[in-house]
Antibody
Framework: QVQLQQSGPGLVKPSQTLSLTCAIS??????????WNWIRQSPSRGLEWLGR?????????NYAVSVKSRITINADTSKNQFSLQLNSVTPEDTAVYYC???????????WGQGTMVTVSS | EIVMTQSPATLSVSPGERATLSCRAS??????LAWYQQKPGQAPRLLIY???TRATGIPARFSGSGSGTEFTVTISSLQSEDFAVYYC??????????FGQGTKVEIK
């Protein structure tokens, strides 16, 4: 049974960096049949895909245009987890952040529990 | 970017009745369309992928249809646990996998 467990702070100050981690159990971050995604949800933006990392003989990353200049997603194979860093946050980045797996033959089939992140001083 | 439009925004249905939710894509997404259910305080849960394939553990009362730009999900007989918000998502042009704005299914 695949599970994703998120961790990270719920409060970040404006201009600082939002950092979240998603620990994987029951699958591998290096799987050749999955990608590992970050999605956020807010009343103003709805569900918004932010980016992904995946391994196909080497590591690849893709990011949403809206955050491309501020986002980094990394995989840590030693801990079987992946992480999100979003720099220079503003109150507009306040949202619930989710990690999720997309299987190659499916959609976003496994989700983390979500982390409410508030950007405020 | 492909825009996904869901209708209606809210659907009021009595328990035991049938509910049909719609999703339209701004351009063809083939059958690369998923439906998710979200309850308050929970993450979205995958219901349907490939436009019509139920995800693991999803009851048979949920069915999906469509291809190209027009899609529907039908709940044949609403149970109390089905009252929630439903989202469609295209993953034909991935990234990004764009989501619809959601349809809330509420108790009539």
């Amino acid at each position: 049974q695949v599970q994703l467990q998120q961790s990270g702070p719920g409060l970040v100050k404006p201009s600082q960096t939002l950092s979240l981690t998603c620990a994987i159990s029951g699958d591998s971050v290096s799987s050749n049949s999955a990608s590992w995604n970050w999605i956020r949800q807010s009343p103003s933006r709805g569900l918004e895909w932010l980016g992904r990392t995946y391994y196909r003989s080497k590591w690849y990353n893709n990011y949403a245009v809206s955050v491309k200049s501020r986002i980094t997603i990394n995989a840590d194979t030693s801990k079987n987890q992946f992480s999100l860093q979003l720099n220079s946050v503003t109150p507009e980045d306040t949202a619930v952040y989710y990690c999720a797996r997309k299987h190659i033959s499916s959609a976003l089939d496994i989700w983390g529990q979500g982390t409410m992140v508030t950007v405020s001083s | 970017e492909i825009v996904m439009t869901q209708s209606p925004a809210t659907l009021s249905v009595s328990p035991g009745e049938r509910a049909t939710l719609s999703c339209r894509a701004s351009q063809s997404v083939s059958s690369n369309l998923a439906w998710y259910q979200q309850k308050p305080g929970q993450a979205p849960r995958l219901l349907i992928y490939g436009a019509s394939t139920r995800a693991t553990g999803i009851p048979a009362r949920f069915s999906g249809s469509g291809s190209g730009t027009e899609f529907t999900v039908t709940i044949s007989s609403l149970q109390s646990e089905d009252f929630a918000v439903y989202y469609c998502q295209q993953y034909n042009n991935w990234p990004p996998g764009t989501f619809g704005q959601g349809t809330k299914v509420e108790i009539k």
